[in-house]
């Protein structure tokens, strides 16, 4: 595992962000069991004097983790569901921008929050929440666009079940190549074809040319 030391403005204490980011790397390196205070002081060179400048105890520290990752790709998947769209492909594509942009989306938070959840009956909840509130965004999006209700809950349900499905599996897929299989993938789930321009415009935003 490779943690960024604190530089020198951060002082003796650190910040509470790069404690966070520090946990977040050990999160997805060895899951929940592997975040503790002393591994990580060790990692950046800091006392457990300086986490507890920042944080009561490593449950506020597993709480900031989790709530950046509800702001994160919940939160940036509703925003993209609800994105300005011309057509139903249009909008879709949007969504498909989470998938493409780590920025946008962190598929290992992901996985790791779901793996962490499986043992922990108080984080499970909110995974629910999570993804009850990424269905819902999904939902209304393709009823904007003309979908049925019926519809839109199926096609909603089977995007989310395939992204959770493709990152679980850990194919380590190179970008041009999932860009490649995006336009089939928006035919699969809107029943539309999308147009040259639209498929232009979503390569376009990921530095590709189709």
Not at 114 to 141: I, S
Not at 167 to 180: C, T
Request: proline share 4%.
């Amino acid at each position: 595992m490779t943690i960024q030391k604190p530089d020198k403005s951060s002082g003796w204490r650190g910040s509470a962000d790069l404690w966070v980011d520090a946990a977040y790397q050990l999160l997805l390196d060895g899951g929940v069991e592997a975040v503790k205070v002393m591994p990580l002081a060790k990692a950046l060179g800091l006392s457990r004097t300086s986490f507890y400048w920042h944080f009561p105890d490593r449950e506020a520290l597993l709480e900031a983790i989790v709530a950046r990752w509800e702001a994160k790709n919940t939160g940036n998947l509703v925003a993209r569901c609800a994105a300005p769209a011309g057509s139903v492909c249009a909008a879709v594509f949007n969504l498909f921008d989470c998938w493409i942009d780590e920025n946008l989306f962190d598929s290992r938070l992901d996985l790791a929050i779901r793996n962490w959840a499986q043992n922990d009956d108080t984080l499970m909840p909110r995974v629910k929440a999570a993804d009850a509130t990424r269905l819902a965004a999904m939902r209304a999006m393709l009823e904007r666009h003309g979908q049925s209700p019926a519809m839109a809950a199926t096609r909603a349900n089977t995007m989310i079940f395939t992204q959770v499905g493709y990152y679980s599996m850990r194919l380590g897929e190179a970008v041009a190549d999932r860009l490649d299989r995006m336009p089939p993938y928006v035919e699969v789930f809107t029943g539309d074809v999308p147009t040259e321009a639209e498929i232009a415009e979503f390569f376009a935003r990921h530095g590709q040319k189709r």
